[in-house]
């Protein structure tokens, strides 16, 4: 029987459930090993050999190199994993979260001290976005 | 006997913590923020509790995808702040209190809630970033702090009717304990908030506003709110709010005592990317 995931209609949005963490176990534990500092300068030196110390598939080694995080998303990462990448590069959350929105970094900022995106036309899939009131 | 005394909720974003270890407090952006806290610093220390009990989670620090325990409770004596990628926090080691701790582990395993006891752990964010904002930047924090992590990371998360029935266990655990110690619960996280994907950065004021009216006037119904009206409404990092259902169920009007009193009620956005909510209840 099919288990219950309704949370599959919210737009921009990748719920790291018990599939998903599957899909990603190599790839978040590879972002736990960037928590030690000699960790961090090996991977530095040479991305491409660390990562090839670690048995993820080909497509989360590129989204990685290519700091996509959506990529990194669809790919079984979990945001908190992904986020030592970012500590990493020296980049805050901030700058993280914005990267995955398709907007600059300045406009996100902007959007952030101006409110928040609204969840006007953001709770569904297929919604029309609305206007922020 | 040991009794709950009051509950206190607020959000851990980390860049607070990042402010107030970088020195930027006086700048007006952060000054919105931190005015909120001012009342509670102030509060906490002409209310002083001998315990905290500290519910919180952790960010894929001390717990990697190698174990996933669903509740645990720190039975330590000491825990240390933790290195999450830039270095760990300049604040005091977290002092813990292994008899209390212990007791409510077995008290609240009794109680059929399976919780998995912890001895070893770095604390993040998640624990440090209240105890700031509630204490400021003392050279020790003013009381032991007992640690127990939410696992709201992977899904499907502990839902809010289990918070909630899991604070009223703690309150019953804390109440047999025979020494005589005044326990404050802080429940951390939230309030709404997006961090992944294409949606990151959506913040419910609406919503935030009526829970935190839901969560004083009517807990049980707070309680009722399925996870995917967190996600929906609040962003896929809001399911953090169930934390503070366990703070909630541990105050005496969840088992049919005399009703919470506010002392103070705080929220502002933003703080990086999320929404800041701040209560103090006391019993």
Avoid at chain 1, 52 to 62: I, L, R
Avoid at chain 1, 97 to 110: D, K, L
Wanted: aromatic content about 8%.
């Amino acid at each position: 029987m099919a288990l219950d995931k309704p949370y599959l209609d919210v737009p921009g949005t990748t719920i790291f459930d018990a599939e998903q963490s599957r899909k990603g176990y190599h790839l978040n534990q590879f972002c736990m090993s960037l928590m030690k500092a000699e960790n961090r300068e090996r991977f530095k030196v040479d991305e491409r050999a660390y990562l090839d110390e670690w048995p993820m598939t080909e497509e989360q080694k590129q989204a990685v190199l290519a700091r996509d995080l959506n990529r990194c998303i669809a790919a079984g990462g979990n945001i908190y994993f992904l986020a030592k990448i970012g500590a990493t590069d020296g980049k805050s959350f901030q700058q993280m979260a914005g990267s995955m929105t398709g907007m600059s970094e300045e406009e996100y900022r902007n959007m952030m001290i101006a409110g928040e995106r609204s969840v006007e036309g953001n709770r569904r899939i297929g919604e029309t976005p609305q206007e922020k009131k | 006997m040991a009794r709950i005394t009051a509950s206190v909720y607020t959000s851990h974003v980390p860049a607070i913590g990042a402010a107030l270890d970088l020195g930027k407090t006086a700048e007006p952006y952060w000054q919105n923020v931190f005015k909120g806290y001012e009342f509670s610093k102030q509060w906490l220390k002409e209310n002083p509790p001998d315990v905290v009990f500290l519910v919180f989670n952790d960010h894929a620090t001390a717990f990697s995808l190698d174990m996933i325990p669903t509740f645990a409770i720190g039975t330590a004596a000491e825990y240390m702040p933790a290195d999450e990628g830039w270095g760990p926090r300049a604040v005091p080691r977290v002092v813990g209190h292994p008899e209390l701790a212990s007791h409510i582990a077995q008290s609240v395993i009794q109680q059929d809630f399976d919780l998995t006891i912890v001895n070893k752990m770095d604390v993040d964010h998640g624990l440090t970033v209240p105890l700031s904002l509630m204490c400021g930047q003392p050279d020790a924090w003013p009381c032991p702090v007992i640690p127990f992590a939410v696992n709201v990371v992977q899904y499907p998360v502990p839902s809010g009717q289990r918070c909630y029935n899991l604070g009223k266990a703690i309150r019953k655990a804390v109440q047999s304990y025979d020494g005589d110690l005044k326990v404050q619960i802080w429940g951390t996280g939230g309030m709404s908030h997006q961090l992944q994907g294409p949606r990151a950065g959506l913040i419910n004021r609406e919503f935030d506003n009526a829970f935190l009216d839901k969560l004083i006037d009517e807990p049980a119904a707070a309680a009722a709110i399925p996870h995917i009206d967190y996600v929906r409404e609040a962003g896929s990092e809001g399911i953090e709010l169930v934390m503070w259902l366990i703070a909630r169920g541990a105050m005496d009007d969840a088992s049919g005592g005399s009703k919470a009193v506010v002392r103070h009620r705080f929220y502002h956005v933003p703080a990086s990317n999320t929404a800041v909510g701040h209560l103090i209840l006391e019993n």
